[in-house]
């Protein structure tokens, strides 16, 4: 019996192999690269003869005036998103959720899933056909009197145009899970209410919103991992050289550090340190989240 | 649910369903308005003056596209890249989550394995390590940086492996009793068995191999070599990263662009999806919920 179990765990190993081979090709021979932040990486010599430099790199990238910038960006981005991409969805299914007519129901469940699978390089270029110097805005403007303004090009706007295109985007994606849940809602709860005179606002409060609080939660807690990803694709795609001031994130800065500058050591070092935070961050808010909610992803 | 229909009550309803029902139309109007664009008269689409309907009509646009040689060639890109990506990537997540969905009992090292994989989602090297490892492959310049280069989607592994080990473990001793070895167990019981979630995650890689620019713009030097999205990515969206960009210079930009034949561009890149969104609809949000696997 033993012998046969180790024949078929050489089976177990086999099938492993092509996935761990592509793992180590992709992921992990690339971590080794790492190092290089802690070089002057000099293409012509390699990572075995570039020069080591110790934490320069990092001594460096505090000192430059963009690195805090970027970070002050990435959090005031990353944050607003967190929060309305929870509070949006909440809302919006606790408002599907009242509707009685089934097929409306299913009708706005099916359509508002359709922008989270557009890319954001289809869904930028309808966000700048909106909010584009002649764009839809513009234009409704221009039928009123108003003079046209560049939406996309003016920094003070630039994150709010950021986070309120991302919720538009998602907030049904991010409803999906709360509309799970709503539907696991015992319809007794809302019979007994309603005989003991509750009204629908009241049912609302005090059975639906406290059913949900255990996903929400569990979705701010999962959150927190993402608090350095600010949306590379949408940052990249909306952005132009006049709101960088405001506009421009790690994942950007770090993308025009080393491949558009060729600052492959200091770019490194940035991505490390974004990296490692993350890491940090994803780990804790995986604990908390099983300590919490009995969550866990394996 | 008990109705009772206060005045209060149907004003809720009334509001409620208009507020729903803008939150809708926005969701389409991405769609709309990018159709409406391409069937638009040019000189129409290229002043601003389409909104909210099409303006004139004409397949001008769409005839343009016919001829358009990159156009087709970054469409055949996208094609290859779906297609090889999702199939390989498919076999080797299946292969990968039917071991890690066995116990330590069963597979002594699956306790390790799951932390190299977990690992590796968790951290990555960053972006420039990532290029030059890629690079010294010598995968730039092919299709198989873009199928390849994003290793491997650890996410829908985990899909997997839950639902795998949620399967009723009776099925599979009855075919060991039956003599059956590990890879006609997985191939002809546990996959056919598995079917809701194996569409699952063979649309969410179709659609994220279909949808990644980013690989596209890095790994590929020649425009030529460009996957569709990538290819729209410069038409339509690129803007010089120049710091001397003035505020003047960024509107003549954007007066520049001939909205209509980029908008049939967008349009015919938006399609494929669309094609596919009524499976995606229906298996995505089981697909979701499996994320999450509470025991």
């Known amino acids: 019996m033993k012998t046969k179990k180790m024949g078929i765990q050489k089976h177990y190993y086999l099938m492993m192999l092509p996935g761990m081979l592509w793992l180590l090709l992709f992921s ?6 790492i190092i290089m932040a802690f070089q002057d990486y000099n293409p012509g010599q390699g990572i075995l003869h570039s020069e080591w430099i110790g934490l320069e790199n990092f ?102 145009l950021l986070i309120g295109t991302d919720v538009w985007k998602e907030f049904g994606y ?15 709860l809302y019979e007994a209410a309603a005989i003991d005179g509750a009204n629908r606002w009241q049912s609302m409060w005090h059975i639906t919103l406290p059913e949900l609080t255990p996903t929400i939660v569990l979705l701010g807690v999962l959150a927190l991992g993402n608090i350095l ?18 506009g421009d994130i790690l994942d950007t800065w770090i993308y025009r550090l080393g ?25 804790v808010s995986y604990v908390l989240a099983y300590k919490f909610a009995d969550y866990r992803i394996f | 649910m008990v109705q009772n229909k206060t005045l209060g009550s149907r004003i809720f309803d009334i509001v409620n369903i208009i507020i729903l029902t803008i939150l ?53 890109i996208s094609i290859q890249r779906v297609v090889l990506g999702t199939g390989l990537s498919l076999v080797v997540m299946i292969m990968m989550a039917y071991p890690l969905s066995k116990s330590k009992r069963d597979f002594k090292a699956r306790d390790i394995f ?24 010598h995968l730039l310049d092919t299709i198989w940086a873009l199928v390849l280069g994003g290793s491997v989607p650890v996410f829908n592994v985990i899909l997997l492996m839950n639902f795998f080990r949620n399967l009723p473990a009776d099925i599979e001793e009855a075919a060991v009793i039956d003599g059956a070895g590990p890879w006609r167990i997985l191939f002809g ?107």
Request: aromatic content about 16%; hydrophobic content about 50%.
């Open chain 2, 24 to 76: 809708t139309l926005s969701c389409l109007y991405p769609l709309w308005y990018t159709f409406s664009l391409s069937i638009s008269v040019k000189s129409a689409a290229n002043a601003g003056l389409v909104t909210f309907y099409p303006i004139g009509f004409s397949l001008a646009s769409y005839r343009e596209i016919m001829s358009d040689i990159k156009f087709f060639n970054s469409f055949w």
């Open chain 1, 59 to 160: 001594r460096y990238l505090f000192q430059l005036d963009d690195s805090k910038q970027v970070i002050v960006n990435t959090l005031i981005i990353s944050i607003g998103k967190i929060i309305l991409n929870l509070i949006v969805p909440l809302i919006f299914a606790l408002l599907l959720n009242e509707v009685r007519s089934l097929r409306y129901k299913k009708f706005v469940q099916t359509v508002v899933f359709v922008p989270h699978f557009l890319s954001w390089v289809i869904m930028a270029t309808i966000v700048i056909g909106i909010f584009g110097y002649n764009g839809v805005v513009n234009t409704i403007a221009g039928w009123f009197g108003g003079q046209p303004r560049l939406f996309m090009a003016d920094p003070s706007i630039f994150r709010e």
């Open chain 1, 259 to 283: 491949l558009q500058n060729l600052q492959f050591s200091l770019a490194t070092a940035a991505g490390l340190l974004k990296s490692a935070v993350s890491f940090i961050l994803i780990t």
């Open chain 1, 28 to 33: 992990i021979v690339p971590m080794f690269g």
């Open chain 1, 174 to 188: 991010n409803a999906v899970i709360f509309l799970a849940a709503l539907t696991s809602v015992n319809p007794n």
């Open chain 2, 189 to 295: 019981i546990v996959v056919p068995c598995s079917l809701p979630v194996i569409a699952t995650v063979t649309l969410f890689t179709g659609v994220y191999h279909w949808n990644e620019f980013f690989n596209g713009l890095v790994l590929m030097s020649d425009a030529s070599k460009y996957p569709l999205q990538t290819y729209i990515q410069q038409l339509v969206v690129s803007i010089p990263s120049d710091t001397t960009l003035t505020p003047d210079q960024y509107k003549r930009l954007s007066e520049l662009s001939n909205k209509s034949l980029n908008a049939a561009k967008v349009f015919i890149a938006i399609t494929p999806v669309l094609i596919v969104y009524p499976f995606l609809q229906k298996y995505f949000v089981t697909g979701i919920m499996l994320g999450a696997v509470k025991e």
């Open chain 1, 229 to 246: 990803n600010a949306g590379f694709d949408q940052v990249y795609n909306l952005y132009n050289p006049l709101v960088y001031s405001t």
């Open chain 2, 114 to 137: 799951m932390w190299i994989v977990i690992f590796c989602m968790l951290f990555n090297g960053g972006l420039i390590p990532w290029y030059l490892t890629i690079k010294s492959y």
